[in-house]
């Protein structure tokens, strides 16, 4: 149980243009969900905090309206990266919370190059 | 100062080792404490969560300490499936955020 769907695994796009990222809870709701980025041989960072019909929280430095991110469901919540470039290459991770004891479920990531 | 720091590693262990990772976090309210496995290019998952009592779950066992705001992870016979990155991750609050450390790099060799 407990298991978040993450697509698309990977994604090569151009300068420019848009990639939307879903994330789904299958089998619990998610209120509340997480969505991270980890560039290569650094740590996950928490970018923003997506609540379930209402505004996403983002952290600081991160753009608000670079990342869109849209949780209109209790299932599902995506993060759409806009006019991405090369340095928005990364790897982005969801996560949400399905027990307060038992920690976390992540997405399986999406690859993301720029070129 | 990082909120939660590990020492990055690489550990290079024999098979049949025992290894400890070391973790500290900086906010004296965190609630609660994990370890998560990453394996190369994939997502996290949850290896165990931390109790202040300490807890043992097979091979690992991991301990908290409070007052020194210290996390640990002991593997014991290390296998060559336990080569990873060992994230420790804390939950500073209430508002469900998890932040990560840099994650120590173990490699067990034959």
């Known amino acids: 149980g407990a298991v978040v769907s993450q697509h698309p695994s990977r994604v090569i796009c151009k300068s420019g243009t848009s990639v939307k990222i879903e994330c789904r809870s299958l089998?619990?709701?998610?209120?509340?969900m997480f969505w991270y980025r980890q560039f290569p041989k650094q740590s996950l960072m928490l970018m923003a905090t997506?609540?379930?019909?209402?505004?996403?929280?983002?952290e600081q430095g991160v753009e608000k309206d670079k990342f869109l991110i849209n949780h209109a469901s209790l299932t599902l919540s995506t993060l759409t990266v806009t006019s991405a470039h090369p340095e928005d290459s990364s790897f982005y991770i969801c996560?949400?919370?399905?027990?307060?004891?038992?920690?976390?479920?992540f997405g399986s990531g999406t690859r993301l190059t720029v070129v | 100062r990082k909120e939660v720091e590990q020492d990055p590693g690489p550990f290079n262990v024999p098979e049949g080792a025992t290894v400890a990772f070391n973790c500290t976090y900086s906010?004296?309210?965190?609630?609660?404490f994990f370890w998560y496995r990453q394996d190369c290019r994939k997502e996290p998952k949850l290896l165990m969560s931390?109790?202040?009592s300490g807890n043992e779950d097979g091979r690992f066992t991991a301990q908290l300490n409070r007052a020194s705001q210290y996390i640990s992870l002991l593997i014991r016979d290390s296998k060559l499936s336990d080569s990873a990155t060992y994230l420790c991750?804390?939950?500073?609050?209430?508002?469900?955020?998890?932040?990560f450390g840099q994650g120590t790099t173990l490699q067990v060799k034959p």
């Open positions: 996560s949400a919370r399905w027990d307060p004891y038992y920690g976390y479920t």
């Open positions: 089998d619990f709701q998610a209120t509340t």
């Open positions: 997506s609540n379930e019909g209402s505004k996403a929280t983002y």
């Open positions: 906010n004296s309210a965190s609630q609660s």
């Open positions: 931390v109790y202040s």
């Open positions: 991750v804390v939950n500073p609050g209430n508002t469900g955020k998890l932040i």
